[in-house]
């Protein structure tokens, strides 16, 4: 079985910085893509940025140059470095990645962390 486990999240003020972390963990073989994708109340979940496996990176438009994704091969972790916090960036944040459990499957499977809560304010 496969977990993938955030931390990071937590209170920062408008202005600061803040890095989440993701471990993917449990029966893995190769990891095709992960990203992180966010839902603050009453809205819908966003993709947030993602990284695939050729290291190419997609951003929201509201974070670009704001945060960068990065990821440990090595580790199974993706991290995001999200600078310059606003308020309209609280939300829950979700882990998601498109991994392969064996050598032997042709397609990945998608899974999903539990989420991790950042919080925005003075």
């Known amino acids: 079985q496969v977990q993938l486990v955030e931390s990071g999240g937590g209170l920062v003020q408008p202005g600061g910085s803040l890095r989440l972390s993701c471990a993917a963990s449990g029966s893995i073989f190769s990891i095709d893509a992960m990203g992180w994708y966010r839902q603050a109340p009453g809205k819908q979940r966003e993709l947030v940025a993602l990284?695939?496996?050729?290291?190419?990176?997609n951003y929201a438009g509201s974070v670009k140059g704001r945060f960068t994704i990065s990821r440990d091969n090595a580790k199974n972790t993706v991290n995001l470095q999200m600078n310059s916090l606003k308020p309209e960036d609280t939300a829950v944040y979700y882990c998601?990645?498109?991994?392969?459990?064996?050598?032997?499957?042709?397609?990945?499977?998608?899974?999903w962390g539990q989420g991790t809560q950042v919080t925005v304010s003075s």
């Open positions: 990284i695939m496996s050729s290291d190419t990176t």
């Open positions: 998601n990645a498109y991994l392969r459990t064996h050598a032997s499957s042709q397609l990945p499977d998608n899974y």
